[in-house]
């Protein structure tokens, strides 16, 4: 099946610093990428949608220039948190979708735990 | 603005038992899709629902979608332990060229012995 994987797993960084998320769909291209925010004991919440080559569409509320989304190849997004704060402590999600597929699945990332200190 | 809500949020029951978590959902749809979730994991695909009267099965659960009554639900057979977790529904909606996923509060399941 198709795998989607992210990097770092988790990360713990300092307040006022920029951390990057990669996510990649090792088997197959991605069409479009989603990026989710999912707080403890929360639900997922759609961050933004990023098409290869176009720019991400944000969900409303969603600070564009703080959660930086870059897609720049069919199996590669990245998602930049610029000085991040402890209130952007949270478990980042990437999923994948690639054309063709008649069920529309998004394939989901093992996710990114970050703790801003 | 599409609402999905879950019911019930928590559900503790005994091993063995039937139960049922309900998805609704606020306007038109026909794509359903049911998740799993372990702590600190990510989701796991359970079922993809794609048109009115879908039901799927695997192993002790099953799903079904009723696209006019706006309703999906996931039944649970004589639950076992392994099934502790948490379960999200969420709904597709097309917008413009593409679609979007809004996601259920989540069911929290906890299956005791």
């Known amino acids: 099946g198709a795998v989607v994987s992210q990097h770092p797993s988790w990360v713990i960084c300092k307040s006022g610093t920029s951390v990057k998320i990669e996510c990649r769909s090792l088997?197959?291209?991605?069409?479009?990428m989603f990026w989710y925010r999912q707080f403890p004991k929360q639900s997922l919440m759609l961050m933004a949608t990023?098409?290869?080559?176009?720019?991400?569409?944000?969900e409303q509320g969603v600070e564009k220039d703080k959660f930086l989304i870059n897609h720049a190849s069919l199996t590669l997004s990245t998602l930049t948190v610029t000085s991040a704060h402890p209130e952007d402590s949270s478990f980042y999600i990437c999923?994948?979708?690639?054309?063709?597929?008649?069920?529309?699945?998004?394939?989901f990332g093992p996710g990114t735990r970050l703790t801003v200190l | 603005e599409l609402k999905v809500e879950q019911n019930p949020l928590f559900l503790s029951m005994q091993e063995g038992k039937n139960y049922t978590i309900y998805c609704n959902y606020s306007?038109?749809?026909?794509?359903l899709y049911w998740y799993r979730q372990d702590p600190g994991k990510s989701l796991e695909s359970l079922f993809v629902?794609?048109?009115?009267?879908a039901v799927k099965q695997e192993g002790r659960l099953m799903a079904s979608l009723d696209t006019k009554a706006r309703l999906s639900t996931l039944h649970i057979t004589a639950a076992v332990h392994d099934l502790s977790a948490t379960y999200f529904c969420?709904?597709?909606?097309?917008?413009?060229?593409?679609?979007?996923?809004?996601f259920g509060e989540g069911t929290q399941l906890t299956v005791n012995p």
């Open positions: 999923s994948a979708t690639t054309s063709g597929d008649v069920e529309d699945t998004q394939y």
């Open positions: 088997d197959f291209q991605a069409t479009t």
């Open positions: 990023s098409n290869e080559g176009s720019k991400a569409t944000y």
């Open positions: 306007t038109t749809s026909d794509r």
């Open positions: 629902l794609l048109s009115n009267g």
């Open positions: 969420a709904v597709d909606i097309v917008i413009g060229s593409g679609s979007r996923l809004t």
